[in-house]
Antibody
Framework: QVQLQESGPGLVKPSQTLSLSCNVS??????????WSWIRQPAGKGLEWIGR???????RYNPSLKSRVTISLNPSKNEFSLTMTSLTAADTAVYYCASDGWELEYWGQGTLVTVSS | DIQMTQSPSSLSAFVGERVTITCRASQKIATYLNWYQQKPGKAPNLLIY???SLQSGVPSRFSGSGSGTDFTLTISGLQPEDLATYYC?????????FGGGTKVEIK
């Protein structure tokens, strides 16, 4: 059973950079069993896929966010991370990490990020 | 990008009733279609993958069908614990995209 746990600041100021981590247990993030994805959900709205990182470290991003997003692996901690720059109020959302293998099988519980001064 | 359209956006049904949710893709996606259930305040939970395969541990009253552009999620005998929002998601092409969701309420 794979388990994921997000961590990071709950409040970020506009124009600043968000950094979130996702700790994975039950599988090695470099095993190649899964890709590792970030998804977000504004309050009362639907789900938006942000991007994924492969075991190789290669990445794929949603074109709508590509210019502001970086996803990377930290194998020593069995974590992967999300960095998003130039935040605005529109980036306020619950951010989820998930295992990604054609379907998003395992999810973290989500972390609320509020962008406000 | 592939657009996913769900209908209805919400529905209300009695316990025991059969419920059907549809999802349409803007282009053919074979059977690269997944369904998720999201209960209030919780992360989404995978119900169906590959359009019709039931995820382990999911009750058999949930079923999925379809291929190409048109897909259906059926709950055959709605239960009180099925109160949730249901999302379809295509994994045929990047970026993966979700439908807008169907909120299921109990009468």
């Amino acid at each position: 059973q794979v388990q994921l746990q997000e961590s990071g600041p709950g409040l970020v100021k506009p124009s600043q950079t968000l950094s979130l981590s996702c700790n994975v247990s039950g599988d090695s993030i470099t095993s190649g069993t899964y890709y590792w994805s970030w998804i977000r959900q504004p309050a009362g709205k639907g789900l938006e896929w942000i991007g994924r990182v492969y075991a190789s470290g290669n990445t794929r991003y949603n074109p709508s966010l590509k210019s502001r997003v970086t996803i990377s692996l930290n194998p020593s901690k069995n974590e992967f991370s999300l960095t998003m720059t130039s935040l605005t109020a529109a980036d306020t959302a619950v951010y989820y990490c998930a295992s990604d293998g054609w379907e998003l099988e395992y999810w973290g519980q989500g972390t609320l990020v509020t962008v406000s001064s | 990008d592939i657009q996913m359209t769900q209908s209805p956006s919400s529905l209300s049904a009695f316990v025991g009733e059969r419920v059907t949710i549809t999802c349409r893709a803007s282009q053919k996606i074979a059977t690269y279609l997944n369904w998720y259930q999201q209960k209030p305040g919780k992360a989404p939970n995978l119900l169906i993958y590959g359009a019709s395969s039931l995820q382990s541990g999911v009750p058999s009253r949930f079923s999925g069908s379809g291929s190409g552009t048109d897909f259906t999620l059926t709950i055959s005998g709605l239960q009180p614990e099925d109160l949730a929002t249901y999302y379809c998601q295509q994994s045929y092409d990047s970026p993966p995209s979700f439908g807008g969701g169907t909120k299921v309420e109990i009468k």
